[in-house]
């Protein structure tokens, strides 16, 4: 699991293959990542938006801008946290994915970036 903490809100990733979603031999792989998000301030927060570079060993980087994750804006008040699960697909083995939320104050609707910690996306036979 990556870790990292950015301006009071921590952000921890888990990644697992998905073999019962890939098709291999058309060289189409599946990836989960588990998201949770933990608001370390003493203020009220809201997550706005989210920025996504994702890189794939066998192509171009692609990058993905959105409201929210999984559709929703959650509001996470002072040691709140709030988990999410999501997928990404490639076209090779090997990949990797970093990027940033957006963040509002909820005390003055000012907003901020969170880093989300670089992850890799690998598939289980690779690590042999």
């Known amino acids: 699991m990556k870790t990292l903490t950015t301006s009071g809100v921590q952000i921890s990733v888990n990644t697992f293959f ?3 979603l890939s098709e291999i031999n058309a060289s189409q792989f599946f990836f989960n990542y ?5 608001n370390r301030n003493d203020y ?3 997550l706005i938006s989210r920025d996504w570079y994702i890189f794939d060993s066998l192509m171009e980087a692609r990058f993905i801008t959105g409201l929210g994750v999984i559709g929703e804006q959650p509001i996470l008040e002072p040691g709140e946290s709030y988990t999410y699960t999501s997928g990404c697909d490639l076209n090779s083995e090997i990949g990797q ?3 940033f939320y957006t963040f509002k104050k909820l005390n003055d609707e000012s907003t901020f970036q969170v880093n989300v ?3 890799t996306l690998e598939c289980n036979f ?3």
């Open 34 to 38: 588990t998201v949770q998000i933990e």
């Open 117 to 119: 910690p670089d992850f």
């Open 44 to 46: 009220s927060v809201q």
């Open 18 to 20: 998905r073999s019962d």
């Open 126 to 128: 690779k690590l042999n």
């Open 97 to 99: 994915m970093k990027g």
